[in-house]
Nanobody
């Protein structure tokens, strides 16, 4: 059973930066990895994703120009660098994994992390 180990998140002021990391463990396969976020009463939406080869990337419109996703293939780890954070980025961020090529929506995710809170104060 694949386990996703998340780290990062926390409280930051608007305009600040945070880094989220997600490592897929207990597996010798490579997965597409992505970050999703969810606020109370809302659906879980894709923020950014990277293919298992590292050659393909997806960014939500809200993330373009501010967030960068990368991966360390040897560690099966995806890193999301979030810059110029805004209060509307406040949410619980979840890591997702899939054996498919790319993750641009929650329905494609096969495994989820436990989530990490990101709070951006104004």
């Amino acid at each position: 059973q694949v386990q996703l180990e998340e780290s990062g998140g926390g409280l930051v002021q608007a305009g600040g930066s945070l880094t989220l990391s997600c490592r897929a463990s207990h597996t010798d396969r490579s997965y597409a990895l992505g970050w999703f976020r969810q606020t109370p009463g809302e659906e879980r939406d894709a923020v950014a994703a990277i293919s298992w080869t590292g050659n393909g990337r997806y960014y939500a419109d809200s993330a373009k120009g501010r967030f960068t996703i990368s991966r360390d293939g040897a560690q099966n780890t995806a890193i999301l660098q979030m810059n110029n954070l805004k209060p509307e980025d406040t949410a619980v961020y979840y890591c997702g994994a899939s054996l498919g090529w790319m993750l641009d929506r929650a329905s494609l995710v096969e495994f989820w992390g436990q989530g990490t809170q990101v709070t951006v104060s104004s």
